[in-house]
Nanobody
Framework: QVQLVESGGGLVQAGGSLRLSCAAS????????MGWFRQAPGKEREFVAV???????YYANSVEGRFTISRDNEMNTVYLQMNTLKPEDTAVYYC?????????????????WGQGTQVTVSS
């Protein structure tokens, strides 16, 4: 069983930055693939970024070059640094854990989810 708790969301002006954190419980964190997803009102959940246990990363085109995913296995925490934020980044952001080793971008491949944290970017 893995429990995930996100934090760090808030209100920021366009062009600003936020760093989201996701604290995980469970002794298998260091071997799990961790992902970030987001869901805007009236839209489907979408993939944002993923980090393999080896720290290999992959990003959605919409955030490539602006967002950085990282992990601290000693702290059982994964981060999402978000820079140059745009109003279209407004959403609830979720972190998720997967036992897959192939860095999935589909939410169906993830086993555990956090409760989400709201990010609002004003224009």
């Amino acid at each position: 069983q893995v429990q995930l708790v996100e934090s760090g969301g808030g209100l920021v002006q366009a062009g600003g930055s936020l760093r989201l954190s996701c604290a995980a419980s469970g002794r298998t964190f260091s071997r799990n693939t961790m992902g970030w997803f987001r869901q805007a009102p009236g839209k489907e959940r979408e993939f944002v970024a993923v980090i393999h246990w080896s720290s290999i990363t992959y990003y959605a085109n919409s955030v490539e070059g602006r967002f950085t995913i990282s992990r601290d296995n000693e702290m059982n925490t994964v981060y999402l640094q978000m820079n140059t934020l745009k109003p279209e980044d407004t959403a609830v952001y979720y972190c998720a854990s997967s036992s897959s080793s192939v860095m999935p971008t589909s939410g169906r491949r993830y086993d555990y989810w956090g409760q989400g944290t709201q990010v609002t970017v004003s224009s």
